[in-house]
């Protein structure tokens, strides 16, 4: 396999003529469960995956920011002086956008020096896996050394949020981001989006010999147009008309209220992230009272509210989903933003075969585009490598 922290670095030699001063990454992120609940001041339960984004970057003499990448064959240019989000575009756009993101927040950029920032990444673009918080949170976190910012992980995140708002115009929360800056090797993440406590809630995979199976349906999302804005407005006008600021404020004895006060599509749509909010705490309470194994039906349930009542997995999903639950995963549901992207599977480390094979054959008998199915184990969240 390649060394992709010396692909990096050996890519920066290549385009910049001299070593790299260090090398950050950060991984993409599958969520558990807690889907549209972020925005919504609720809760997430993620973890990082084994898959990064890795910048190698060096200090430049000036205040201009040079973007190359493994990936693309141009480079982009920028002033320190004259970030500005409504001219970024592509995936410069993740980069930039942190830099300005610091500055909006008040980050006294005026004595940073100019940087040469060389991307590389393994981490599937358009999955659902967050290719877009890797590659803002490598960057944070290369910035905030180089630059002596003293910012801490959750301060890093909520800067790659308002990068991904304000630079790339996607209503997101702060899920992908806070996935990518604080997750740890074997757990997840247990984030309260509303006060942003965080702690480690450890997943057992390796004692109970189980694994995590993506799904990749190929079906391509995006979060800046589309069903997602259309999901969060539906969000805020339930709220608006149960008459609190967000949803975080209701719980399930408020349904019947609800059910009263709303039209039918916006009272399903509030139904899935009050109950998904629930789903979380009873993930957590059960991953630490009974282990993972017995989690199964909480992912299950967490699947037919997405597709149901917030009306946001694709055909792909939905059989990838029921398919994999027949042939022996103990649970499996969609994780992410939905209209397309993955789906994840807990699975017997033995059955992984069965079950992937069971889910490519259920697709093609169904007419339905061919998944990727790959295994990922939950890992380290950014960091220095080199
Ligand atoms: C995307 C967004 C996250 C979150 C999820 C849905 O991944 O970036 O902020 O809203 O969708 O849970």
């Given amino acids: 396999m390649t060394d992709h922290r010396e692909a990096a670095a050996a890519a920066f030699e290549a385009a910049y003529g001299h070593a790299p001063t260090g090398v950050w990454s950060a991984p993409g992120r599958v969520n558990l469960i807690g889907e549209h609940t972020d925005y919504n001041n609720g809760y997430v339960l993620p973890f990082?995956?084994?898959?990064?984004?890795?910048?190698?970057?060096?200090?430049?003499?000036?205040?201009?920011?040079?973007?190359?990448?493994?990936?693309?064959?141009?480079e982009v240019v920028a002033s320190l002086d004259t970030l500005d989000p409504a001219t970024m575009d592509g995936w410069s756009a993740y980069v930039l956008g942190v830099a300005w993101a610091m500055q909006d927040a008040g980050i006294d950029l005026s004595a940073a020096s100019g940087l040469d920032i060389l991307i590389d990444s393994d981490v599937p673009v358009g999955a659902g896996l967050s290719s877009s918080a890797a590659l803002e949170c490598a960057v944070g976190v290369a910035f905030d050394e180089l630059w002596n910012l003293g910012l801490d992980k959750l301060a890093l995140a909520r800067v790659g949020?308002?990068?991904?708002?304000?630079?790339?115009?996607?209503?997101?929360?702060?899920?992908?981001?806070?996935?990518?800056?604080?997750?740890?090797?074997?757990?997840?993440?247990?984030?309260?989006?509303?006060?942003?406590?965080?702690?480690?809630?450890?997943?057992?995979?390796?004692?109970?010999?189980?694994?995590?199976?993506?799904?990749?349906?190929?079906?391509?999302?995006?979060?800046?147009?589309?069903?997602?804005?259309?999901?969060?407005?539906?969000?805020?006008?339930?709220?608006?008309?149960?008459?609190v600021t967000t949803l975080r404020e209701i719980g399930e004895s408020d349904l019947p209220r609800a059910q009263e006060a709303l039209d039918e599509e916006t009272y399903r749509r509030i139904r899935h992230v009050v109950t998904e909010n629930q789903r979380v705490l009873d993930t957590v309470a059960t991953l630490e009272a009974e282990g993972?194994?017995?989690?199964?039906?909480?992912?299950?349930?967490?699947?037919?509210?997405?597709?149901?009542?917030f009306e946001i997995t694709?055909?792909?999903?939905?059989?990838?989903?029921?398919?994999?639950?027949?042939?022996?995963?103990?649970?499996?549901?969609?994780?992410?933003?939905?209209?397309?992207?993955?789906?994840?599977?807990?699975?017997?480390?033995?059955?992984?075969?069965?079950?992937?094979?069971?889910?490519?054959?259920?697709?093609?008998?169904?007419?339905?585009?061919?998944?990727?199915?790959?295994?990922?184990?939950p890992s380290q969240g950014a960091r220095r490598d080199y």
């Fill in 292 to 309: 993972p194994r017995a989690i199964g039906e909480l992912l299950n349930a967490s699947q037919a509210s997405m597709r149901d009542d």
């Fill in 48 to 74: 990082a995956i084994d898959r990064r984004t890795w910048a190698a970057v060096g200090v430049r003499d000036d205040r201009q920011l040079r973007l190359r990448s493994t990936f693309s064959t141009y």
């Fill in 161 to 243: 949020r308002v990068a991904e708002n304000k630079a790339v115009g996607a209503p997101t929360g702060l899920l992908d981001q806070a996935a990518s800056m604080l997750a740890e090797d074997d757990h997840v993440v247990f984030l309260d989006c509303d006060t942003e406590d965080a702690r480690p809630v450890s997943l057992h995979l390796r004692d109970e010999n189980l694994t995590i199976l993506v799904m990749n349906s190929n079906v391509e999302h995006e979060h800046a147009t589309g069903g997602y804005g259309d999901r969060f407005a539906s969000c805020a006008k339930g709220a608006a008309a149960l008459g």
């Fill in 314 to 377: 694709v055909p792909e999903i939905d059989l990838a989903c029921n398919t994999a639950v027949v042939a022996g995963a103990i649970g499996a549901r969609m994780t992410g933003g939905g209209f397309g992207g993955s789906a994840i599977a807990l699975v017997p480390a033995d059955a992984v075969e069965t079950i992937a094979s069971a889910v490519t054959t259920a697709l093609a008998n169904a007419g339905l585009r061919e998944p990727t199915i790959f295994t990922v184990t």
